[in-house]
């Protein structure tokens, strides 16, 4: 099956620094990487949709500054937060879209972020 | 935009009988249906889909139906074990759009 991976799975970092994020299809090309927010016991928030070659696409509310998303190639994609936060520290989880019909999605396993 | 219902948010069953989690969404341009499974720590794993075109897919002991008129859709898991326990979502895609998650069901699967 389609396998997505995820680096790291968990980090922790100091408030004000930066996280770098990476997600990656190992046996398939994604022209499309969408970017999740999951709290505890609840669903999955979608963050933005990355798409290779081009400017993600941010969901309202999402600040766009604050979490860069590059896709610079059909495999990878990456989630930098800058400045994190305390109120940043969350399961992050990335997935990837198969490129033919009926285009499914597969997850990353996630990432936890911790900002002391 | 489109919105996912997804009952019960919890179910318990006995190992060996069948639980049954349903959604609804409401806009009729949907066309893919996928049901994901996610255990704590994880990322959600696609168990099953469906696309409109059809009514009824099965995979073993899952099975997804589908009722386009009545905009709903339903995961059903026969002689349930205990590895079957985690949250599960369902979710609803309109072309050209992303998927949208209900908000999870969590099923204990008791030996």
């Known amino acids: 099956g389609a396998v997505v991976s995820q680096h790291p799975s968990w980090v922790i970092c100091k408030s004000g620094t930066s996280v770098k994020i990476e997600c990656r299809s190992l046996d398939f090309q994604a022209t499309t990487m969408f970017w999740y927010r999951q709290f505890p016991k609840q669903s999955l928030m979608l963050m933005a949709t990355?798409?290779?070659?081009?400017?993600?696409?941010?969901e309202q509310g999402v600040e766009k500054d604050k979490f860069l998303i590059n896709h610079a190639s059909l495999t990878l994609s990456t989630l930098t937060v800058t400045s994190a936060h305390p109120e940043d520290s969350s399961f992050y989880i990335c997935?990837?879209?198969?490129?033919?019909?009926?285009?499914?999605?597969?997850f990353g396993p996630g990432t936890r972020l911790t900002v002391t | 935009g489109e919105n996912v219902e997804q009952h019960p948010s919890t179910l318990s069953v006995q190992e060996g009988d069948s639980a049954v989690i349903k959604c609804t969404y409401s806009?009729?341009?949907?066309?893919?249906f996928p049901w994901y499974k996610q255990e704590l720590g994880k990322g959600p794993q696609l168990i099953i889909d469906?696309?409109?075109?059809?009514g009824e897919k099965k995979d073993q002991r899952i099975a997804v139906t589908l009722n386009k008129t009545a905009k709903h859709f339903s995961l059903h898991i026969t002689e349930t074990q205990p590895e079957d326990s985690a949250v599960y979502f369902c979710a609803a895609r309109s072309p050209g759009y992303a998927l949208n998650f209900g908000k999870g069901t969590s099923l204990l699967v008791t030996p």
């Open positions: 997935s990837a879209r198969f490129e033919l019909a009926p285009y499914e999605q597969y």
């Open positions: 990355s798409n290779e070659g081009s400017k993600a696409t941010y």
């Open positions: 806009d009729s341009a949907s066309n893919y």
């Open positions: 469906i696309r409109s075109n059809v």
